[in-house]
């Protein structure tokens, strides 16, 4: 299984791509993860490759390999398109986030995106933003999304929140396991 988690700086992209890898070690799987951080700092590109099977020799993924992309802003899912399989599947958090290019009016932020990845893309989206405010917290918008992508990925319910709990801070697990059942469920 291939698995590609993109966003901008500070969404839990590496938090989430380590809660996939470990959920898929905890059921015995080989897994490679590889980060690429980009200008995380300042607002830019995140990327990350999950990879877990029989045994996995390379922790990246070519283009056209990838079983789930999930991204959490709509630019980024556009992005990283083309590393999509025909038959696998997007999981888009609906946001806009600004790059810098657009910020500072030297390009502008296209029009349409989802409803021209539909047209190519078997996709699925979600506004984990707003259900992350409704449950108070917008921080947790990555595991509102992650519990959409995980009835996608495989594993149980159970296995995924066994892992989860064991890797966000402790302070944050009741908040981080309301927002991936709403995901999950929704």
């Known amino acids: 299984m291939n698995i590609m988690v993109v966003g901008v700086g500070g969404q839990g992209t590496l938090l989430t791509s380590r809660i996939i890898g470990k959920t898929a070690l905890n059921a015995g799987w080989d897994v490679k993860l590889s980060e690429v951080h980009g200008m995380a ?3 830019g590109s995140v990327v990350t490759f999950v990879r877990f099977g029989k045994k996995v020799y390379e922790p990246t993924c070519e283009e056209g390999t990838v079983d ?3 991204s959490f802003e709509r630019l980024e899912a556009l992005r ?6 025909p038959d696998g ?6 946001t806009r986030i600004d790059p810098m290019t657009v910020v500072i009016g030297a390009k502008t932020y296209p029009e349409g995106i989802l409803e021209g990845l539909k047209e190519s893309h078997t996709l ?5 933003g707003a259900i992350a405010k409704k449950l108070g917290n917008s921080k947790v918008l990555n595991s ?5 992508a995980a009835k996608h990925i495989g594993f149980s319910e159970e296995e995924w929140l066994e892992t989860l709990v064991k890797t966000v801070p402790q302070k ?6 309301q927002a991936f059942k709403a995901g999950y469920e929704g």
Request: glycine fraction near 8%.
């Open 172 to 177: 944050t697990i009741d908040i981080n396991k």
């Open 68 to 70: 789930v992309l999930i």
């Open 41 to 43: 700092q300042r607002g």
């Open 144 to 148: 509102v999304v992650l519990g959409l």
């Open 124 to 128: 699925y989206t979600i506004d984990g």
């Open 80 to 85: 990283y398109a083309h590393f999509l399989k």
């Open 89 to 94: 599947i997007m999981i888009v958090n609906d």
